[in-house]
């Protein structure tokens, strides 16, 4: 299968989900992201404000927060790189054309994950040996090549597969947090 099928076809099987399972998976994710003992070490983590079809972060930014880790989130810039900024709750959300939520906020600089413990990134699944499906605009593979924190990526338990397409450019992650539990990449 080809990545652009992949894609197709995960992203269906996220619209077909309830708002119900969204929000359960949501929970039970930041649950286990937050027991992870590189988690419980962290000061700061990188992490993204999820879109409606992804697994949601809100539940697993507001317990970091409520135990004094710093997080940061990223900003999609016009040449397909990511910036990051500190999150605050009350900071207003502004979505852009890619259908992302971004804060506003004084920008970190793209060297912001060197001060990472943890960094969370989204995925359209994972396989087993830690390659995960992006959207396909390679903003993460280049945000995160040279990064040496954990990489962690959060996807719904059916996204959790023996194997991915991938290039060699991709980066694969160490962790795979599902519903169900964390997966460790050996």
Not at 49 to 63: D, F, Q, R, V
Not at 66 to 86: F, Q
């Amino acid at each position: 299968m080809t990545k652009a099928q992949a894609r197709l076809d995960l992203l269906a099987r996220r619209r077909a989900m309830s708002t119900e399972a969204r929000f359960e998976a949501a929970e039970a994710i930041a649950l286990h992201v937050l027991a992870a003992p590189v988690v419980a070490r962290a000061k700061r983590v990188a992490c993204y404000l999820s879109m409606p079809s992804e697994p949601g972060t809100t539940p697993l930014i507001m317990g970091l927060l409520a135990r004094g880790v710093e997080v940061i989130v990223p900003l999609s810039l016009d040449n397909r790189t990511l910036d990051w900024v500190t999150y605050e709750p009350e900071s207003a959300l502004v979505t852009t054309p890619l259908g992302i939520p971004e804060p506003a906020g004084e920008r970190l600089g793209s060297g912001a994950l060197d001060s990472c413990d943890v960094v969370i990134v989204p995925a359209l699944a994972v396989d087993h040996a830690g390659y995960r499906l992006g959207r396909g605009a390679g903003y993460y593979d280049r945000a995160l090549a040279g990064v040496r924190a954990p990489l962690c990526a959060l996807v719904f338990s059916h996204e959790l597969l023996p194997e991915v397409p991938h290039e060699p450019h991709d980066v694969p992650v160490q962790l795979a947090v599902t519903p169900g539990g964390v997966f460790r990449v050996p």
